[in-house]
């Protein structure tokens, strides 16, 4: 175990940080096929995502359907946009909680005051952070590693209130797979599953296809 007076917790976070995978500025955006799998019931659609990253959903007319996978594609491609460690974390500073098996744990001081984060091999792979009032928590379990930063390819994720400090949602269980396209080394979503419990107590899942995908000149 090191010794807790040798880690510099905001360099580790730093080197987490700019190992996440991506994409670079040139990227303009993809289209392609998407499918929705919900309660026995498959939607068939088309898609479009610009570099502004607003999902354009065609041919599937239910609008609540429309909007679930529209906020898939907007999340994921959210996580893709490039911005420096300094812009975003040059006003915190970062403490060691503990060490363990797990990874590194530290609590953010400074701006973002509260939030937690777990690093471990130069992946962050617990988050727990205030956002629009809400705390989100998020473990990851599984990352693809794509040789030019890493992506969380299985994790949980989950909202907690933050005055009881219970939790808020049910918890949601995420599995990803990803496909390489382009000369570039574009890695985009192929499908995203996410499973949890009904009110019954009873998993259900979701599932989100995007196929034949294709890059925006």
């Known amino acids: 175990m090191v010794n807790p007076r040798e ?3 905001k360099e580790i976070f ?3 940080y700019e190992n996440r995978y991506t994409w670079n500025n040139e990227f303009k955006g993809y289209e392609g ?4 799998f919900v309660n026995k019931n498959i939607y068939e659609g088309e898609f479009l995502l610009g570099k502004d ?5 065609q041919k599937i007319e239910d609008e609540k359907i429309v909007k679930s996978i529209s906020s898939q594609l907007f999340e994921v491609s959210i996580h893709r946009v490039k911005r420096e460690f300094k812009s975003i974390h040059s006003d915190n500073n970062f403490n060691l909680v503990k060490n363990s098996e797990s990874g590194i744990e530290m609590s953010v001081s400074g701006k973002n005051q509260g939030d937690k984060y777990r690093v471990k091999n130069d992946c962050i792979n617990m988050v727990y952070r205030k956002i629009h009032g ?9 990352f693809l590693h794509t040789g030019i930063g890493a992506l969380s390819k299985k994790y949980s994720s989950q909202s907690i209130d933050p005055d009881t400090l219970k939790a808020k949602s049910q918890k ?3 599995e990803d797979e990803f496909i390489n396209i382009g000369e570039k080394n574009y890695w985009l ?3 995203r ?3 949890y419990l009904n009110q019954n107590q009873e998993e259900e899942m979701q599932k989100f296809v995007f196929e034949d995908l294709c890059l925006l000149n």
């Open 172 to 174: 949601l269980e995420y």
């Open 7 to 9: 880690i510099n917790c």
């Open 53 to 57: 990253f607003k999902p354009n959903i």
């Open 189 to 191: 979503l192929n499908s």
């Open 134 to 142: 809400t705390i989100i928590e998020i473990f990851v379990e599984e």
């Open 193 to 195: 599953t996410i499973k």
């Open 14 to 16: 730093r080197k987490a």
């Open 33 to 36: 096929k998407c499918i929705f």
